[in-house]
């Protein structure tokens, strides 16, 4: 099993920045993707970032790209997501998630470790 703990949410205003952390225990993460995810009420969750196991590759959604970035640090088994010039569009509950040993999916359904949540909140 692995545990995953995300940080660093909160309420912003519109043009700020945050930088979300995902702590990460239990089995190792080396060679497992790491991935954000952001859910609003009443929507699926929808796909943000994700970093393969030795952080060298990143993907961010298209929408995103520019003002969100990925990374990792398999020292500290912690990705971190920065977010900047953030949106009100941007609100929603931000979970990590983690893959499968040695793939790097990119739908929700393909991870199999997930976080509680943090809350991120722009408010314009």
């Known amino acids: 099993q692995v545990q995953l703990v995300e940080s660093g949410g909160g309420v912003v205003q519109a043009g700020d920045s945050l930088r979300l952390s995902c702590a990460a225990s239990g089995r190792s993460i080396g060679n497992r993707a790491m991935a954000w995810f952001r859910q609003t009420p009443g929507n699926e969750r929808d796909f943000v970032a994700r970093?393969?196991?030795?952080?060298?590759?990143?993907y961010v959604s298209d929408s995103l790209k520019g003002r969100f970035s990925i990374s990792r640090d398999n020292a500290k088994n912690t990705a971190y997501l920065q977010m900047n010039d953030l949106k009100p569009d941007d609100t929603a509950v931000y979970y990590c998630a983690v893959g499968d040993e040695n793939t790097y999916p990119l739908w929700a359904r393909d991870y199999v470790y997930w976080g509680q949540g943090t809350q991120v909140t722009v408010s314009s």
């Open positions: 970093v393969g196991w030795t952080g060298s590759t990143t």
